[in-house]
C-alpha cells in the first residue's frame, strides 16, 4: 500500500490506492477542514502534493498558479500507487470561541415562563428504600423484595428492570443492610427501574441538558433535587471539519463509513464536556441519572446515527420526527448507562427539536394572544410565528456566511476575529474592533453585519451589493468586474496578508440575510398578517446573542419595528432542554407546541421565490418597508 507522509506534522500512514487524501489524513489523526462537506466545491480543504502522483478532481475551484505549485482539493483527491508526502496548510477559527456561560441565559427569559418549586419533577426520581434481608424458605427471590417494597412505598404497578439493573441488585441489597436507592422512571403502566445503588444516594441525582448545534455543543450539569444549575461547558461541535452546514454534513454522510465517523464526532464532543463539568464539580458521570437532548433534525439523526439522505430529498421525510426513549448507552453518552434519554421532537426536516425547546423560553408556549416571532439565526435559519390561536413554522437556507463559511477571509466568532467595523465616510477606510483585541485574522458575522451596515449608510456600497467606484477611497480595489474592500492590510493582521471582503462576499451575506427575513415575511403573508401586526420578535441561537439589532435592521435581515419589540432570548434551544429536563409539564408542553406546528416547505412554495428576490437588496427593493433606515439615508 502506498505511503502518505504529512508535514509539517511528521505523521506518516498507509493506505489501500483509491483512498481519498482526505480520509487518508483523517485515518493520520490530522484535522482537515471540509467546509462543504467534500463536495468539491469551497476550497476550504486545499493542500500541497509535495511529492508522488495524485489523481485530483475539481481543480477548477483552484487559480493555475496554485495548481502549479501542486495545490490539490484534499476531498477530490485519491491516492494512487506512489508514495505520497503531503504539507498541510495551517487552519485557523476555533481557538478562543465566544463562548459564553449559558446559565447567565435564564436572565433573558421573564422568570414566570421557567419552571417553579412545585413544578420540579424530572422524568427519572431516585428513591430511598429499606428492603428486608432475604429469609430461608419464603420463596422470594433479592428482585421479588425489591419490587414488593417498591409497591408498597409507591403503588401497584407493573414494575420492570432492565437485565444490567438485575445484574447489579444483589450485591446491592446486602452491601448496606438492605438500604438502597432506585432511580425509577414513573409512566402510566409501570416503573421503570433504570438504578440501584447502595445506601441513601438521592442527594447524588444530576441531570444534563445538552445542545446540539450544527456549530456549537452545549452541555448543562444540572442538581435534580433543585433544580440549580452546577455548571455550562460549551464547546465547538467536532464535526465542523466535516461540514459547515447541514447540507454539507448531509452530503458527507452518504458513505457508511463517514456516517460513523460523524457520530463518533458529535459523542466525542458530547461526552468531553460531560467529563470536564463532571471533574470540575467532583461529580460521578453515574449519578447522572436524567438525559435531555435538543438538537435539529440532521443533527440529531447524526447523534443516533440514522442516515440524513433523505432529509434533503424530496419529499423531505426524515427517519424520525418524535423520537421513543433510548438509553445513554445505546447512545454511547457516558453518563448511567440505563438512564433513559429524551430527545426534544422535531417538526420537520430542518425544524427540529432545537426549535420546540427554545419556544419554551418565549410567550408563545405560555399561551399569549399576542403575535410573536420566533427567530434561530445560523447556518440553517427556523423560524416560528404565532399566538395560542395558531402555529406556523418553516427553515431557511441562510447558509454559513454568518460563520465565517464561503467567505475569503471570514471565520467563526473565535480570538483575532473582527466583529466590529466603523467606516470613515470621507476615506472610505474602516477602523474595527477584534474579539480579544489582538490582531485580526479575519472577520465573523457581526463584524460582517457591522460592516456591510455602515458601508451602506456612509454610501460606500449601493443597495445591489456594489461597492462605490464612483469615488477614490484607498480602501476600494477593483479588478476587472469585481471590486474589493480592504479592512485590515497586511501589516495589520495575524497572518501578514491582507483582509478584504469582496462584492461575491457581500452577494453570499445578501443572499443569507434575503433568506431570512424573505421566509418570515412570508409566513406572515400566508396568515394575512404584515410585519406590523408582531407584538414581539424573539431573537434565539448563539450568533442572535451577539446580533446588533440596528445593524441587522440596517441591512435587512430583521424587520424594521420598534426596537423595544425584539428580545434576546439567548442559547433557548438548551434553556428549553434544561425547562424539559427538570419538569415533565414541561416535556408535555413541548409535545404539544411540536403538535401544534403547522410546517411550511418553502422549497415547494413559488411565492418564497418573490420573497427572495425582492430581498435581495439593501435594505430591500422596497425601502418604504424600512422607515428608520430610508431617514437614516438621508441624513
Known amino acids: 500500500m502506498p505511503v502518505i507522509s504529512f508535514k509539517p506534522l511528521g505523521k506518516t500512514i498507509e493506505v ?13 489523526g490530522i484535522e482537515i477542514e471540509a467546509p462543504c462537506g467534500g463536495k468539491g466545491t469551497c476550497g476550504g480543504c486545499v493542500v500541497r502534493i509535495l511529492s508522488g502522483k495524485v489523481a485530483a478532481d475539481n481543480l477548477g475551484i483552484l487559480s493555475p498558479s496554485a495548481v502549479s505549485k501542486g495545490y490539490v482539493p484534499a476531498c477530490k483527491t485519491k491516492i494512487l500507487t506512489d508514495p505520497v508526502t503531503v504539507e498541510i496548510p495551517e487552519q485557523i477559527g476555533k481557538e478562543g470561541g465566544q463562548f459564553l456561560d449559558e446559565t447567565k441565559d435564564t436572565c433573558l427569559v421573564r422568570p414566570e415562563l421557567l419552571p417553579t418549586g412545585e413544578q420540579l419533577d424530572p422524568l427519572t426520581h431516585k428513591i430511598v428504600l429499606q428492603v428486608p434481608p432475604p429469609q430461608l424458605a419464603d420463596g422470594l427471590s433479592d428482585l421479588d423484595r425489591l419490587t414488593r417494597t417498591i409497591r408498597q412505598q ?3 404497578k407493573e414494575v420492570a428492570y432492565s437485565l444490567p439493573v438485575i445484574r447489579r441488585s444483589a450485591g446491592a441489597l446486602r452491601e448496606d443492610k438492605g438500604k438502597v436507592t432506585v432511580s425509577i422512571v414513573k409512566t402510566p403502566r409501570q416503573y421503570h427501574i433504570t438504578g440501584i445503588e447502595p445506601g441513601d444516594r438521592s442527594e447524588r441525582n444530576y441531570g444534563i441538558a445538552v445542545d446540539i448545534g ?3 455543543v452545549a452541555v448543562q450539569l444540572v442538581s435534580l433535587p433543585s433544580g440549580r444549575v452546577v455548571a455550562t461547558r460549551t464547546a465547538y461541535n467536532d464535526q465542523i471539519d466535516c461540514g459547515l452546514d447541514v447540507i454539507s454534513r448531509i452530503n458527507y454522510a452518504r458513505k457508511p463509513e463517514r456516517l460513523q465517523e460523524l457520530r463518533t464526532r458529535v459523542l466525542k464532543t458530547v461526552n468531553n464536556l460531560i467529563k470536564k463539568l463532571c471533574v470540575g464539580n467532583d461529580v460521578d458521570p453515574g449519578d447522572i441519572c436524567n438525559a435531555v437532548i435538543a438538537g435539529n433534525t440532521a443533527m440529531t439523526h447524526l447523534l443516533l446515527g440514522l442516515p440524513p439522505e433523505y432529509i434533503r430529498l424530496e419529499p423531505y421525510t426524515p427517519t424520525i420526527l418524535e423520537a421513543p426513549f433510548f438509553t445513554a448507552e445505546e447512545i454511547g453518552i457516558k453518563i448511567d448507562p440505563q438512564t433513559w434519554v429524551y430527545i426534544s421532537p422535531a417538526v420537520g426536516s430542518y425544524v427540529g427539536g432545537d426549535i420546540t425547546a427554545g419556544l419554551l423560553c418565549s410567550d408563545i408556549a405560555a399561551g399569549s394572544e399576542e403575535v410573536n416571532l420566533f427567530i434561530d439565526i445560523g447556518t440553517n435559519g427556523e423560524l416560528v410565528i404565532g399566538n395560542r390561536d395558531f402555529l406556523m413554522t418553516c427553515a431557511c437556507s441562510a447558509g454559513p456566511a454568518f460563520e465565517g463559511g464561503g467567505i475569503d477571509n471570514g471565520m467563526r466568532a473565535a480570538l483575532g476575529a473582527i466583529e466590529k467595523v466603523d467606516i470613515d465616510p470621507e476615506t472610505g477606510r474602516a477602523t474595527y474592533q477584534t474579539i480579544g483585541n489582538v490582531k485580526p485574522k479575519g472577520i465573523c458575522g457581526t463584524g460582517m ?3 456591510l451596515a455602515n458601508l451602506f449608510l456612509t454610501g460606500w456600497l449601493d443597495e445591489a451589493g456594489k461597492l462605490n467606484r464612483r469615488k477614490e477611497s484607498p480602501a476600494i480595489r ?19 496578508k491582507p483582509i478584504t471582503i469582496s462584492e461575491i462576499d457581500i452577494e453570499n451575506l445578501i443572499r443569507a440575510k434575503a433568506a431570512i427575513y424573505s421566509a418570515s415575511s412570508l409566513m406572515l403573508a400566508q396568515v394575512g398578517l404584515g410585519f406590523e401586526n408582531l407584538d414581539h420578535v424573539y431573537i434565539a441561537g448563539g450568533f442572535g446573542r451577539f446580533l446588533d439589532i440596528e445593524k441587522a435592521i440596517i441591512i435587512g435581515l430583521i424587520p ?5 419589540k425584539y428580545r434576546y432570548i439567548g442559547n433557548a434551544s438548551l434553556l428549553g432542554a434544561y425547562m424539559v429536563l427538570v419538569s415533565r409539564e414541561f416535556r ?3 409535545l404539544e407546541l411540536a403538535g401544534r406546528l403547522t410546517y411550511l416547505e418553502l422549497s415547494t412554495d413559488p411565492a418564497y421565490m418573490d420573497q427572495y428576490t425582492a430581498a435581495m437588496f439593501l435594505p430591500h427593493t ?4 424600512f422607515p428608520s433606515v430610508k431617514a437614516m439615508k438621508k441624513q
Open 560 to 564: 424594521d419595528l420598534p426596537r423595544k
Open 214 to 216: 450544527t456549530t456549537t
Open 622 to 625: 422596497d425601502i418604504n418597508r
Open 154 to 156: 409507591e403503588d401497584k
Open 478 to 496: 477593483v479588478k476587472g468586474r469585481q471590486a474589493h474592500y480592504l479592512i485590515a492590510p497586511s501589516e495589520e493582521s495575524a497572518s501578514g
Open 16 to 28: 489501500p490506492a483509491g483512498t481519498e487524501l482526505l480520509d487518508a489524513a483523517r485515518q493520520a
Open 449 to 451: 453585519i457591522s460592516l
Open 588 to 590: 408535555q408542553r413541548q
